[in-house]
């Protein structure tokens, strides 16, 4: 079992009352290559990435379930507007 207190990445806020429904699809084989650059951390359920690949960028939502992770991700978007959504994620703004 993880104590919170020694986790060192960071858990996404609750969701905000007014918040932006992120579209989430199964992932794209072009962006097989992409790497994750930021990322949740694993002691949840749901785990969330910002990765980045090919100028472009997305956020990765991994689900850790008996059966096998369920991984989704967002449509590619600039890196700039992927940030942007990653700490709306992060803050509890997006989901």
């Known amino acids: 079992m993880i ?6 990445s960071p858990h ?3 969701l905000q009352r007014v918040h932006v429904r992120l579209v989430w ?14 990322w949740t951390c694993w002691c949840r359920a749901t785990v969330y990435e910002l990765c980045v690949g ?10 850790q379930l008996d059966s096998g992770p369920d991984v989704h991700e967002t449509s ?3 890196i ?5 959504t990653w700490t709306a994620l992060l803050s509890g703004s997006a989901r």
């Open 3 to 8: 104590v919170l207190d020694e986790c060192v």
């Open 12 to 14: 996404v806020a609750m």
């Open 25 to 38: 699809q199964r992932p794209y084989p072009s962006l097989e290559r992409a790497r994750p650059v930021a």
């Open 54 to 63: 090919g100028g472009r960028a997305f956020l990765r939502r991994t689900v």
């Open 76 to 78: 590619p978007m600039p």
């Open 80 to 84: 700039v507007e992927a940030r942007a």
